[in-house]
């Protein structure tokens, strides 16, 4: 008996012919590509938010709420990890742009108003750190 074994390549291509999700045609890696752009965007967009500073919370359930953003980012940054895992170059490019996009929308002086520039007043979340 023969298996036909596979083997994970671990170096980066450029292909369509591995998607991230279970089809391999053009329009479900291009809905690969928008998701993995999409899910970047909300973790720079859960860095960057100001929720709980301008609800006027008690500290229990600012604390609470602080920690479900926190895990919800944490979570969703760990899924474009893993599409980055893939070794597909696209997707690599596509978390890459969602997070600069992110940040140019929520995290830059571009889309905000002078008083509340990125430094002027602290985020709900701690920064990103490896």
């Keep these: 008996m023969h298996q036909?074994?596979?083997t994970a390549s671990?170096?980066?291509?450029?292909?369509?012919?591995?998607s991230l999700s279970s089809s391999d045609n053009?329009?479900?890696?291009?809905?690969?590509?928008?998701?993995v752009f999409l899910l970047s965007m909300l973790?720079?967009?859960?860095?960057?938010?100001r929720l709980i500073s301008s609800a006027g919370f008690n500290d229990v359930a600012a604390g609470l709420l602080q920690t479900l953003?926190?895990?919800?980012r944490i979570g969703v940054a760990y899924l474009v990890m893993l599409a980055v895992m893939s070794f597909n170059v696209g997707a690599l490019i596509a978390a890459v742009a969602g997070y600069?996009?992110?940040?140019?929308?929520?995290?830059?002086?571009v889309f905000r108003k002078p008083e509340t520039a990125m430094y002027g007043k602290p985020t709900d979340l701690p920064p990103l750190s490896c």
């Design 69 to 72: 953003m926190y895990g919800a």
């Design 10 to 18: 671990m170096t980066f291509f450029w292909g369509k012919n591995r």
């Design 43 to 49: 973790v720079e967009c859960l860095s960057h938010t």
């Design 4 to 6: 036909k074994t596979t």
């Design 100 to 109: 600069s996009v992110g940040f140019l929308v929520f995290g830059s002086r």
């Design 26 to 35: 053009l329009d479900s890696y291009i809905l690969d590509l928008v998701w």
